[in-house]
């Protein structure tokens, strides 16, 4: 079985330009998360996913950042215009819809850095 | 708010020697714990969680973790570090406690280094 897998596992752009991410989650998988780690620091939630429906969307930073998820499978976040401060590694995390000792699956992260 | 706090950055231990890895939590009404690692190059690894029971918690690599509640701890440990553990561990905890919408909330990261 796949686990979640994202794309690209890295990426440099310059400041101002546009990045989107990609997220596949395990097949099946209704919930689906982004976490962002900036160096150093925790890793911090940004939103959640339950199906197409945005769940949580507390932890996003601002409104340069856009996440969707069409039809409930893959998901993408999208930075634009991007800033220096965007920079950190972008974990997505799927799980099943159970209780509170389901397990999260999380992918490789992407290294997103901008110059 | 739920959270979690490792206080050590790093932590550096011989093979073949005990390791611990620090966690406290904080968190209102029951706390569902987990630990999670990072090996270069790769995503986070779910290794063993907290929700009910034993007190000493088994997981995956020999690992395992002892939940104190009058210390409001969650440490991770190891009988016998192999330089293979060598990685970025988190703690984790779950914000909600009755719903699997919850998300999981992780502490800053401790780096284990294992020298031969």
């Known amino acids: ?21 990609r997220c596949d989650p395990i097949s099946g998988h209704d919930n689906l998360y982004w976490y962002r780690r ?8 940004l939103l959640h996913f339950v199906k197409e429906s945005k769940q949580d ?14 039809g409930g499978t893959y ?20 799980s099943t819809l159970g209780g509170v000792d389901t397990e999260a699956f999380f992918g490789q992260g992407t290294r997103l850095t901008v110059v | 708010a739920q959270s979690v706090a490792q206080p050590e950055d790093q932590v550096n ?6 390791l611990t890895v620090k966690c406290t939590y904080s968190v209102s009404g029951n706390p569902y714990l987990f630990w999670y690692v990072q ?38 440990k190891k009988p016998s570090a192999l330089v293979s553990d060598s990685a970025l561990y988190f ?8 719903s699997s919408a919850s998300k999981i909330i992780f502490g800053s990261g401790t780096r284990l280094s294992i020298r031969p």
């Open chain 2, 91 to 98: 703690c984790a905890v779950r914000d909600k406690a009755y």
């Open chain 1, 1 to 21: 079985e796949a686990g979640v897998t994202q794309f690209p596992s890295h990426s440099v752009i310059e400041k101002g330009q546009t990045v989107t991410l």
């Open chain 1, 57 to 70: 969307e507390s932890g996003m930073p601002n409104n340069r950042f856009l996440a969707e998820r069409t």
């Open chain 2, 39 to 76: 090996y270069p190059n790769r995503g986070l690894q779910f290794l063993l969680k907290y929700i009910t029971g034993d007190n000493l918690v088994k997981g995956s690599y020999g690992f395992e973790a002892e939940f104190n509640k009058s210390q409001t701890s969650f440490h991770l």
């Open chain 1, 38 to 45: 900036v160096m150093g620091k925790e890793i911090k939630f």
């Open chain 2, 13 to 18: 231990v011989a093979e073949g020697n005990p």
């Open chain 1, 75 to 94: 998901s993408t976040l999208k930075v634009q215009p991007a800033e220096l401060e965007d920079s950190g590694v972008y974990f997505c995390a799927s």
